[in-house]
């Protein structure tokens, strides 16, 4: 994980066409009797951004399913820091730190908005599929979304 | 809701045939941060024991969906009465109290096991459709399916 | 239901200061297999329009928690009209059509934001208690808060 | 993970008293709209399977916090191997494969019963805390409890 930490404070230097931030307060419906989040929201936390973030990169879930491609997720690791709760806000900062035409890993900055304390860390692996749920590469599929995502990877390296 | 209740005792002289009941233990992401349920988890649970109890006669939902209908809800009512937590188990009995073939109405007698306490007391409203979710008259597009709702109906009546 | 209609429609002369809004998009995980919004997910939104609603007009459901209040729910009511799924943008309207310091009823217009298609109709009832659950009379118990919800009731009422 | 499948492959011979397994029927409103089940609702099944199986050795979530102790996650890895839909049914094997009285790794196999298929393979960390959330050495604050968990982790490991 400290490779991803570095890339992302890396990114900080690139300038804001790549830089995503997702605001999300949390509902009272996601706590649970502890009095905080339940950890299993945090993963769909993780999808809205993801979610928002490529609708705002021009290629939504919707989109892309037009297209006959779905995004599935492979693998989730998902490390809890610190809790929120109802009425909380966070910021979620999705970035591309694998990508390869065929295989994709998204690591995710999550922080509370009043503190700026580290809520979670987290990243999910996704493989691209028609639809069929067959795997697909991309890169030799789609051209365009390929560039999308690839342009992500390297807006989010170390320069 | 008199009506229902009384409909729900009657039946008790009726014999076993009728008679479902889905036991469920409430799991600890199902409770909020005031300590129990969230109470949007209960129309959950109607439709657990909703598609349990088709199973049980033979209309799974798995298996409507393979004849191409499929039941989608157009009506919930729901009254909490007491509270459950994580580890309660609770009871759910589901009757059919109203059918004609396009409409369907069931209503549930929801228990806690340990106390026999009323946990909720709610109502579903159904229709029937078609795979594009056109509703159809299950009378005319499949007698049997539509047989085994109206025995279902004539056994809750009162006698 | 005709009732609520009608006394949405007349509030619209009653100026901005009761109109309340939530804008909501749908989430690719509150879809079912059906390729629409799980109908459960309606009452997790009605609470998200009801609490955000509540902070606006300054009295939280943090804030009511800390001076030792809870707003339970004691039954919903939800009528599906048509369906939305990930993606469509829902507008909630939430007004008090009921309320007397014991109990309060909020009815809920939820349109689709780019048709204006009613999404649901429904309304929910509520009570109000202290830090053990117990139910409280508001008006007797914290005058401001009563004051609040009077003024809503009000203002909610045809001319 | 390979590791991990050898201990779980290797407990086989252990006999009856360390194994549990949690069978769990596939609700319809834990599918989405790609048809499969939602990948974030893996992660509440185990969540079920951790606590069912905490119940089966007299310490069930409720025990534990009646005693002032919770077992918060703190780490999540979950890697999608199948899909599984509403009906199916699927098995939930957990063990115990680290443990030194302030930290816990448990592991979990999942698979389909049905056709015996691996649908995860996951496994989550968790620490001991007391009601204020603060961490503790289980071995140092209850060693009956501690010696369940330290037993169960010696029958995990190979012979």
Redesign the interface.
Known sequence: MTNLLTVHLDTNYLGEEMSYTYER?I???E??????V????Y??FL??AR??WL?ELGI???ILEEKGY?I?????????KT?V???DVILIKPIVTEYNGVRMKVSYDVIEKNTGNVVIKAWTKHCFTNTS?KPINMKKNNIEIHNIFDKLLNEALPV
């Open positions: 307060e509902n009272y419906y706590t649970d009797k502890m009095g905080i339940h950890h299993s929201n993963i769909r999808e809205e979610c928002r609708r939504s879930m919707e779905t599935p997720t492979l693998e989730v690791n998902c490390r809890y809790h709760t109802s009425g749920l």
